[in-house]
């Protein structure tokens, strides 16, 4: 597990990360490559309870290497960031450490992709074909902290 926040002041309830989460239509997935490199992608997402779901493409790539090497992984999403005219930028934000599973039932994986949909405000496609090539991930969520200023 990550330490403490340092910044308690600045910590924000779970339940307020948890709506970042919710409401944020992006975040980044961030994985650690074979020498060590971490690896950020920009993904969307949609959380079920304590699981956050994403989808890539079945046919491989660095993200799934990682993920098949060590399935340790954090994911962050940015929801209000304004730039003050004086001083730092006011921003909230959460990150939540855990751990990324590629091998889902059907069930889980059209669960995940209904999910998905709706979260992006997709309208449903009118054949499956879509659906059928691509991959999800269930991202089960270890460890939440929201910050804010």
């Known amino acids: 597990m990550m330490p403490e926040m340092r910044r308690k002041d600045r910590q924000l309830p779970e339940e307020e990360a948890v709506r970042l989460l919710q409401d944020c239509r992006f975040g980044v997935l961030c994985t650690v490559c074979a020498d060590g490199t971490p690896y950020g992608i920009p993904m969307n997402h949609a959380l079920i309870g304590r ?7 079945a046919d491989g790539g660095l993200k799934l290497e990682n993920i098949a090497r060590s399935p340790k992984a954090c994911f962050t999403v940015v929801g209000q960031a ?6 730092p930028p006011r921003l909230h934000s ?17 669960l995940g992709i209904e999910a998905l949909r709706q979260h992006s405000r997709r309208p449903r496609p009118s054949g499956t074909g879509t659906a059928r090539k691509v991959l999800v991930l269930r991202f089960d969520i270890e460890q939440l902290t929201g910050k804010g200023r």
Do not use: K, Q
């Open 51 to 57: 699981s956050l779901y994403m989808h890539c493409a």
């Open 82 to 87: 304004d730039g003050a005219e004086e001083g």
């Open 94 to 110: 959460a990150i939540a450490f855990g751990r990324v599973s590629t091998a889902l039932s059907e069930e889980e994986r059209i």
